[in-house]
Structures are given as structure tokens and as C-alpha cells.
T-cell receptor, first 117, second 112 residues
Framework: NAGVTQTPKFQVLKTGQSMTLQCAQD?????MSWYRQDPGMGLRLIHY???????DQGEVPNGYNVSRSTTEDFPLRLLSAAPSQTSVYFC????????????????FGEGSWLTVV | QQQVKQSPQSLIVQKGGIPIINCAYE??????FPWYQQFPGKGPALLIA?????SEKKEGRFTISFNKSAKQFSLHIMDSQPGDSATYFC???????????FGAGTRLTVKP
């Protein structure tokens, strides 16, 4: 079972270049999100989507764009890469089960290591 | 400004020891507190979670203790094993709200 799949795994960009990190999930989850992980900062929410056609900003959205044309896919675009965007990026999906007395379980992909030089 | 503060940053224990990781939150609207475990090169995965209607939750060797009045919660790992060596993140959110706020993480090393 694939879960959340991210590509590429590793990428080196030059300052000013643009690129797209791909993310796909096969669990039919409505909610998808992108996080970045930096040492000492934990995981910070970049953008999220509550369903196809709906996106919103998280904690650190500047320099990133997203779109959600299907339930399965949620690509993250870096418009003009900067060294400050060197990070590990995680795509995630989640759902809420009203029959369980629990919150949303987030399922993460394996990460994309991005270096901007 | 981090809404969830986690300590310590790193922790080393001997096999069989009981590492304790602490988290504090500020937003009193938070009512769902999960812990995630991350192995090197992998994404985080849900380990255990608690809601504030209970003060403790245990799943296997992992226990969450929750203190609502102090706005603190902690993870205890009983009889720790080298295979528990990983980075642990606490998190908090408003129930049924997907905006999860994470702590900075604790790198745990369990020595054989």
C-alpha cells in the first residue's frame, strides 16, 4: 500500500530556479498539507487543502504555491528558490473519523530533501 | 512564535531506562495532543495521542501524561530499547481541525 508518495527524493537547485515537488495519496483523504522540517524548528505548515479546488496558507507560505485539482494530488511549487528554502519537505494527508473519539491522524510521505545553492 | 514548546532537544539513555520528553502549549483551545515518531530518512508516524478528558493514556511501553491546568504533557517510554532510537515530536491541534502545530523535536538515543 503506497500511502503518500513524494517525488523527487533529493534535489539541488540554483538560487532563482523554480521547481515542483510532487505529492500523491491513494487513501482518498480530503485533507492534504505540506510541511517543512528544519533543525530546531520542528515541522512547520506551509500550505494545506481541505479538498479539491480549496487551498489555504499555513504558518510559512511565502515563496510557495499550491493547487489541488484532484483529491489525489497536491503539488508544491517553489517560484524562485532561495537558500532559506533549503529544507526537508513532507507532504501529508489526513482524515477525521467521527466514529472515533480521536483527532486527525496525519500520514506523512518519506520526504524530499531540497538544497538551494 | 512556537505554540508548542518541547524539551529536551536530545536525550541519551541506557537500554531499559525510562526517557521522558516534555511539551508545553499556550493555546487553551487545543484539545488533541498526538506524539509522532520519526526514524532517519522517513516521515513522522503517529505513535500515541491523548485528549484532555483523561490525564494518562498508555499503549504498550508508551505513556502520555497530561496536565490540563499546567498546559503540559509528556511522553514516557518504559523499558526503552535501541529500536526506540528516533526523533519524537509532540503536537497539538483543535479537535477535528487539521492545523497541527508541532514541537521542535527530541532526538532520543537508547544505548545497548
Amino acid at each position: 500500500n503506497a500511502g503518500v508518495t513524494q517525488t523527487p527524493k533529493f534535489q539541488v537547485l540554483k538560487t532563482g530556479q523554480s521547481m515542483t515537488l510532487q505529492c500523491a495519496q491513494d487513501m482518498n483523504h480530503e485533507y492534504m498539507s505540506w510541511y517543512r522540517q528544519d533543525p530546531g524548528m520542528g515541522l512547520r505548515l506551509i500550505h494545506y487543502s481541505v479538498g479539491a479546488g480549496i487551498t489555504d496558507q499555513g504558518e510559512v507560505p511565502n515563496g510557495y504555491n499550491v493547487s489541488r485539482s484532484t483529491t489525489e494530488d497536491f503539488p508544491l511549487r517553489l517560484l524562485s528558490a532561495a537558500p532559506s528554502q533549503t529544507s526537508v519537505y513532507f507532504c501529508a494527508s489526513s482524515y477525521y473519523d467521527p466514529l472515533k473519539n480521536s483527532g486527525n491522524t496525519i500520514y506523512f510521505g518519506e520526504g524530499s530533501w531540497l538544497t538551494v545553492v | 512564535q512556537q505554540q508548542v514548546k518541547q524539551s529536551p532537544q536530545s536525550l541519551i539513555v541506557q537500554k531499559g531506562g525510562i526517557p521522558i520528553i516534555n511539551c508545553a502549549y499556550e493555546n487553551t483551545a487545543f484539545d488533541y495532543f498526538p506524539w509522532y515518531q520519526q526514524f532517519p530518512g522517513k516521515g513522522p508516524a503517529l505513535l500515541i495521542a491523548i485528549r484532555p478528558d483523561v490525564s494518562e493514556k498508555k499503549e504498550g511501553r508508551f505513556t502520555i501524561s497530561f496536565n490540563k491546568s499546567a498546559k503540559q504533557f509528556s511522553l514516557h517510554i518504559m523499558d526503552s530499547q535501541p529500536g526506540d532510537s528516533a526523533t519524537y515530536f509532540c503536537a497539538a491541534s483543535i479537535y477535528n481541525n487539521n492545523d497541527m502545530r508541532f514541537g521542535a523535536g527530541t532526538r532520543l538515543t537508547v544505548k545497548p
